[in-house]
């Protein structure tokens, strides 16, 4: 949304091929947890942590999402690029502050 929101002007192109990579990845690591939950569901009732079962499905499960975190430790600092654009393009918008004047028969007293 905060994307939508900038000026094209503003925007970075490879920002929307950074969102995509992102989206991806958290829909894969969704799928890789749906598929977890399911595994550790289906283990014996004996295979808690610490047992060579558990512990060699939980390795599995880890080893399988790394690509995806990869994907996030390498593109997620696109949404702080564009959160910042945002405020950049923002501050631009505001008005300028507009000094007041003096009220009528008072003294101002500057400082040199």
């Known amino acids: 949304m905060q994307l939508e929101s900038l000026p094209s002007n503003a925007v970075q192109n490879r920002w929307a091929y950074q969102l995509g990579v992102l989206q991806a990845a958290l829909d894969g690591l969704d799928t890789l947890r749906d598929q977890w939950l399911r595994t550790r569901d289906g283990l014996p009732a004996d295979a808690r942590p610490g047992t060579p079962v558990f512990d060699d499905a939980l390795a599995e499960y880890h080893a399988e999402s790394w690509s995806y975190l990869d994907d996030w ?37 500057v400082r040199r």
């Open 73 to 109: 430790a390498t593109h997620g600092h696109a949404l702080a690029d564009i959160n910042s654009a945002v405020k950049h393009a923002a501050s631009l918008r505001a008005p300028a502050p507009t000094a007041s004047a003096p009220a009528a028969g008072r003294a101002v007293s």
